[in-house]
């Protein structure tokens, strides 16, 4: 696993990071005081070479899938896990897709050209199976 740090309180977590493909998470890092850091899922990641086309050159296509039930404080860099689902609120740092892009870029994950699209849901159900939780509940 790789870890791109990304402006002051991202990181992107590569889990698959090959020249076909790459695949991780985007998470939220609070750093404590007394060491150590509390981190907050905002989203997954994909980034696939597109063949050329036609109409199009070869590309690296990313796709960003961030979670609308966190809300990102600017003034203080904190984001949250979002208790009222209906809250309108800033959901990630507005810089943050720029930062992916550059960071993709940058760290020789992808090269230009790079078309990087940003989705935006929460998760609305969910299925387990086998063991999940500690409490072992499943659904």
């Known amino acids: 696993m790789r870890i791109i740090p990304l402006l002051r309180c991202y990181e992107l977590l590569l889990f698959a990071d090959e020249a076909d493909g790459v695949v991780g998470d985007i998470r939220h890092v609070a750093r404590l005081s007394g060491g150590g850091a509390v981190y907050t899922p905002v989203g997954h990641f994909s980034a696939i070479p597109d063949l ?17 039930d966190i809300i990102h404080d600017p003034a203080t860099s904190r984001t949250i896990v979002a208790v009222d689902a209906e809250i309108r609120a800033t959901h990630y740092d507005p810089d943050l897709p720029r930062a992916i ?36 509940a499943s659904r």
């Open 101 to 136: 892009a550059d960071a993709l870029l940058s760290e020789t994950v992808c090269t230009e050209p790079l078309l990087l699209k940003i989705w935006e849901g929460r998760m609305t159900d969910y299925v387990a199976r086998g063991r999940i939780f500690n409490e072992g």
């Open 52 to 68: 050329a086309e036609p109409e199009q050159p070869a590309r690296w296509r990313v796709e960003a899938f961030l979670r609308t």
